[in-house]
């Protein structure tokens, strides 16, 4: 059963960049792979951002932007605003079932 | 506007039943694949099933495998989820999600349904 990982929680000052990761068990994250990012606020549904890796959906803003990186999937935030704190997820099919990452928790501090 | 409304949570016993609906509105339902995925409180995402456009293809997360069932009714725009032999691990907020068309994944999530299992 594959396990994805990511961060557990990072922080990031308002204005700065910062990279979250997307690891899969089963090895190297690559072109090819199905790989959606999601954001998701307290008390509220997740929120599609990024899909096939680094597509972005017509609602992301300019900011945020998908990639890989050294084996992972990465998702980047440049310019971060105080309404980026939320958790981030990623979303990896691998070959029989999608499996979600356990969540980053990004603080703007 | 596509519109998701999970309905059916409620509380149950350990080893009961429970039959989740999500009604769809605002696209054409029979032309996406659709998915649930469930928060336990407090915790992360956990993807749990997924359904083809004609219902004949059906993909389930491990630890839920023989357990629920997913289906749909393309004339009623509206997809299931029916739980049987429940645990008190599956206590969690159900999200009804819609597949993406143009890549694999999922877009639009509904606001979710509570599924709390206790005696």
């Known amino acids: 059963q594959t396990v994805v990982t990511q961060e557990p929680s990072l922080t990031v000052s308002p204005g700065g960049t910062v990279t979250l990761t997307c690891a899969s068990s089963t090895g190297a994250v690559t072109h090819g792979f199905d790989l959606n990012w999601f954001q998701q606020k307290p008390g509220q549904a997740p929120r599609a951002l990024i899909f096939n890796t680094s597509n972005k959906h017509s609602w992301t803003p300019a900011r945020f932007s998908g990639s890989l990186l050294g084996g992972k999937a990465a998702l980047t935030l440049s310019g971060v605003q105080p309404e980026d704190e939320a958790e981030y997820y990623c979303?990896?099919?691998?070959?029989?079932?999608?499996?979600f990452g356990g969540g980053t928790k990004l603080a703007v501090l | 506007e596509v519109q998701l409304v999970e309905s059916g949570g409620g509380l149950v016993q350990p080893g009961g039943s429970l039959r989740l609906s999500c009604a769809a509105s605002g696209f054409t339902f029979s032309t996406y694949w659709m998915h649930w995925v469930r928060q336990a409180p407090g915790k992360g995402l956990m993807w749990v099933s997924d359904?083809?456009?004609?219902?004949?293809?059906?993909r389930y997360a491990y630890s839920v495998k023989g357990r629920f069932t997913i289906s749909r009714d393309n004339a009623k725009n509206t997809l299931y989820l029916q739980m049987d032999s429940l645990r008190a691990e599956d206590t969690a907020v159900y999200y009804c999600?819609?597949?993406?068309?143009?890549?694999?994944?999922?877009?639009?999530w509904g606001q979710g349904t509570l599924v709390t299992v206790s005696s």
């Open positions: 359904i083809n456009t004609d219902g004949g293809f059906t």
């Open positions: 979303l990896l099919y691998d070959g029989g079932a999608w499996v």
């Open positions: 999600a819609r597949g993406l068309q143009v890549a694999p994944g999922i877009d639009d």
